[in-house]
């Protein structure tokens, strides 16, 4: 066999072409065709008008993700916060959000004093690799944030 | 060798960012490449080895198919449960009414088919024959292929068949059926000269784009896909791969796509069956 | 089809945190694809809010953007003080609504 052949007895060149033919199942494709997408300053907005001029302090809150997505139509996250979930250490609210879809926003949860834990998942559309960002507001007033990148594949198979 | 080197190629000519290609010698191996996972081709398989393709999907997806709550694929599981009861059609009749209790008469259907049937003197995959019951036994209308109805009750067929072993027949009346499927896996097709068996035989486990080639098989259908945020037919899979190197798809439930089915069983006989599955 | 379906422990333990598992069949239309024959925008169409009391008393409760995938899954936790019924609401635009409940008992 050539150097050129893969087992398959398929020329390279032509598995190569063929590999870019798969570009145009790109995820953003079924979610928001020719949609512009959100940027930094817009999450920033977004954000902002959940929790007005409180101060974002980072920590206490995780976003989980998979380092890279199979694909950006059902990307699978979780979150949590650290909190007793009783007295004053409650979490009221998480707001979460993402950087690189048409829109900033994703969902919101609020909990409750039976929650025991301010914990979620679900699963959510990614048009390209992003930032995901939530946004935990407690009850004594703090806001904080946790964030985590995303990367979305581009699929070589559509159908 | 050049396996690796032809992922790294294509890895560098579309920039996908940092997938990490073909495991190197060092590097612990994949799900995909151990040996408990594989399962003994048939006699005369291509293939050194059989690997469902649940293997090749990264443990997230996978962690979606091991908990049939978490699989959503159930939502019509669960709908074709209570469908499988219904009285529909001028005949009065529901599925229970001829085939009782479906986790009985069901077990191990999806399994064997398509077969051959020497009533209809073709091959017949389940939607065939769930819509022939339909038609001449509950004088019903048929449902759509792709129909929520239809991919409902061929999961709820298939879930009978859960864990075990894929076993079509090839011989006999099904030969020539088995040989046009063969013949049209290997056959070169499309804008870009591809055929089933390149990608599938010749390159599993490596990346084409970003996305990671199995073996291609049909043990897991039908098959809640991220992508398509629902549940699918196998034939749907088919218009796709075949769309995807520019070439004209079939119609679902055309002959070809049933022979391609039979053959594409075969290469899968032993795989355990999975289906409802969840893929990327 | 919008058959939900949810995942509630039977029994749990006092003093216990579990997870609820819920999934509903919907499409989660974004409103912002086209038709691909005629071109036009299909309307928006989600399920936009999801809440789940127990006996009466919210619990917990979520509001869904298109973000959102189809067959939205949601999950979370709760820890009750007493044996109870905990009943799920989705919403969908327009306000169509789709319900289910689950008995438990802690002790
Ligand atoms: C009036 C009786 C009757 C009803 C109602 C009926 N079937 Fe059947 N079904 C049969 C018979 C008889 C066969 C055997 C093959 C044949 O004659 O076509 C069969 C075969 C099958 C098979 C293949 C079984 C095998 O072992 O190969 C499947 C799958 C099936 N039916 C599904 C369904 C479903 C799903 C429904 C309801 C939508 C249904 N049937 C309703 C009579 C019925
Ligand atoms: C250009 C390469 C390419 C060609 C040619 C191709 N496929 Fe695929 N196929 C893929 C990719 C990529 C996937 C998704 C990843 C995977 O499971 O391999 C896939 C997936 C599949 C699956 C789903 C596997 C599973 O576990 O769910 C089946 C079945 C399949 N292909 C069958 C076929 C058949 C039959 C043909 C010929 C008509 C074909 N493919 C041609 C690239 C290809």
Redesign the pocket.
């Given at each position: 066999m050539s150097q050129t052949e893969v087992s398959g007895g398929v020329h390279r060149r032509s598995f190569l072409i063929a590999a870019g033919a798969g570009s145009a199942a790109f995820a953003a494709a079924q979610f928001a065709p020719g949609i512009a997408l959100a940027d930094k300053a817009l999450t920033e907005q977004a954000i902002k008008k959940v929790i007005g001029d409180r101060k974002l302090i980072e920590g206490r809150v995780s976003i989980d993700g998979p380092e890279i997505a199979e694909n950006g139509n059902t990307v699978p996250v979780g979150f949590e916060v650290e909190s007793k979930m009783s007295g004053g250490d409650m979490v009221k609210a998480v707001h979460v959000f993402a950087e690189g879809n048409p829109r900033p926003e994703v969902a919101n949860f609020w909990f409750s004093a039976d929650s025991g834990a301010a914990r979620g998942a679900f699963r959510m559309r990614m048009a390209k690799t992003q930032n995901l960002i939530a946004v935990a507001e407690m009850a004594d007033g703090k806001v904080y944030m946790g964030k985590r990148l995303v990367k979305v594949t581009i699929g070589g198979c559509g159908g | 060798m050049l396996r690796i080197s032809i992922a790294a190629v294509a890895l560098a000519a579309f920039a996908i960012g940092a997938v990490s290609g073909a495991a190197a010698d060092d590097k612990p191996l994949q799900p995909w490449e151990r040996k408990e996972n594989h399962v003994k081709p048939p006699k005369g398989s291509p293939l050194d080895y059989l690997v469902s393709g649940y293997w090749f999907r990264t443990p997230k997806t996978r962690a979606l198919q091991d908990d049939d709550f978490e699989n959503p694929a159930f939502l019509w599981v669960e709908q074709a449960e209570s469908e499988w009861t219904t009285v529909d059609g001028k005949?009065g009749?529901?599925?229970s009414?001829?085939?009782d209790a479906v986790e009985k008469s069901?077990k191990g259907?999806s399994a064997r088919y398509p077969?051959y049937s020497a009533?209809n003197k073709k091959m017949m995959a389940?939607t065939h024959?769930?819509n022939?019951?339909?038609e001449n036994?509950?004088k019903a209308k048929k449902w759509k292929w792709e129909s929520d109805k239809m991919l409902g009750?061929t999961s709820l067929?298939g879930l009978q068949s859960r864990g075990m072993p894929v076993n079509v027949s090839i011989d006999g009346p099904a030969k020539k059926f088995f040989e046009a499927g063969e013949k049209f896996y290997h056959q070169r097709r499309g804008q870009f000269d591809l055929a089933c068996v390149h990608c599938h035989q010749g390159n599993f486990g490596m990346y084409i784009r970003a996305d990671f080639l199995s073996q291609g098989h049909s043990n897991g259908f039908p098959t809640y896909r991220l992508k398509w945020q629902k549940l699918g037919s196998l034939h749907r899979r088919f218009r796709g791969c075949n769309n995807n190197i520019r070439a004209v798809p079939y119609k679902r439930g055309s002959p070809e796509y049933t022979n391609l089915e039979l053959y594409l069983a075969w290469r899968g006989q032993g795989l355990k069956v999975e289906a409802p599955s969840v893929r990327q | 089809m919008s058959r939900p379906r949810v995942r509630v422990p039977r029994k749990i333990k006092k003093g216990d945190t579990v997870t609820i598992k819920t999934l509903i069949a919907h499409k989660m239309e974004t409103g912002v694809r086209r038709n691909k024959k005629t071109g036009k925008l299909i309307p928006r169409k989600i399920i936009n809010s999801f809440e789940a009391k127990i006996d009466g008393k919210t619990v917990f409760k979520a509001a869904l953007h298109p973000a959102v995938s189809s067959n939205p899954y949601i999950s979370f936790a709760i820890s009750p003080k007493k044996s109870g019924k905990i009943d799920f609401v989705w919403t969908e635009d327009g306000g169509k609504t789709f319900t289910k409940s689950a008995k438990f008992t802690v002790a």
């Open positions: - | 005949a009749k529901s599925c009414s001829c085939h069901m259907v077969v009533k389940i024959q769930v022939y019951c339909r036994y509950m009750m067929i | -």
